[in-house]
T-cell receptor, first 114, second 113 residues
Framework: SAVISQKPSRDICQRGTSLTIQCQVD?????MFWYRQQPGQSLTLIAT?????????ESGFVIDKFPISRPNLTFSTLTVSNMSPEDSSIYLC???????????FGSGTRLTVV | RKEVEQDPGPFNVPEGATVAFNCTYS??????FFWYRQDCRKEPKLLMS???SGNEDGRFTAQLNRASQYISLLIRDSKLSDSATYLC??????????????FGRGTSLIVHP
């Protein structure tokens, strides 16, 4: 399985500002997934990021709010823009190495917007 | 109807008990299935894949029923350390041939002495 380094692990941000979350994978992967998990809830897929193309966003998520970069096969960033308290959540990146191996997650970014 | 549904629990069981979780999915074209474990304030971690023939890993047994569109997880001889949230994950095909995972909301298990 892959090893993912996700930064920052947590942050407290002022409303109206932006935070960029980074994920570095120790192997090359085609697809990276970005999730949000609110307290007591399951994971909600924000977008899927492929290298060399624009990310594919799920319903309810837009590029202006959550721009994603995928400059190469081992790295991706998710930016939470113009934050409000409703954006307070845990954000996770994930990759899959082979269909039968499931998904590996970064350790998550715990974001609090005040 | 949600794509992947789980009973949120919590399931509160004594040590040594056997407990079973079910997860139903709505997309009959779903290709692969997994059980994940998530501890409080931690990321989900793969517990086991679920194969059509069923599979076992120590105290854990996973089964898939394609006809009824559900998967199950059985935990025997529960330990205190099994206390966690168990997430069901279903892979379905998307455009371009890639697979997109859908997570259930998780089932909480509390094992008490």
């Amino acid at each position: 399985s892959a090893v993912i380094s996700q930064k920052p692990s947590r942050d407290i941000c002022q409303r109206g500002t932006s935070l960029t979350i980074q994920c570095q994978v120790d192997s090359q992967v085609t697809m990276m997934f970005w999730y949000r998990q609110q307290p007591g809830q399951s994971l909600t897929l924000i977008a899927t990021a492929n290298q060399g193309s624009e990310a594919t966003y799920e319903s309810g998520f837009v590029i202006d709010k959550f721009p994603i970069s995928r400059p190469n096969l081992t790295f991706s960033t998710l930016t939470v823009s113009n934050m409000s308290p409703e954006d307070s959540s845990i954000y996770l990146c994930s990759v899959q190495i082979g269909q039968e191996y499931g998904y590996t997650f970064g350790s998550g970014t715990r974001l609090t917007v005040v | 109807r949600k794509e992947v549904e789980q009973d949120p629990g919590p399931f509160n069981v004594p040590e040594g008990a056997t407990v079973a979780f079910n997860c139903t999915y709505s997309n009959s074209a779903s290709q692969s299935f997994f059980w994940y474990r998530q501890d409080c304030r931690k990321e989900p971690k793969l517990l086991m894949s679920v194969y059509s023939s069923g599979n076992e890993d120590g105290r854990f047994t996973a089964q898939l029923n394609r006809a009824s569109q559900y998967i199950s997880l059985l935990i025997r001889d529960s330990k205190l350390s099994d206390s966690a949230t168990y997430l069901c994950v279903v892979n379905s095909g998307a455009s371009g041939g890639s697979y997109i995972p859908t997570f259930g909301r998780g089932t909480s298990l509390i094992v008490h002495p």
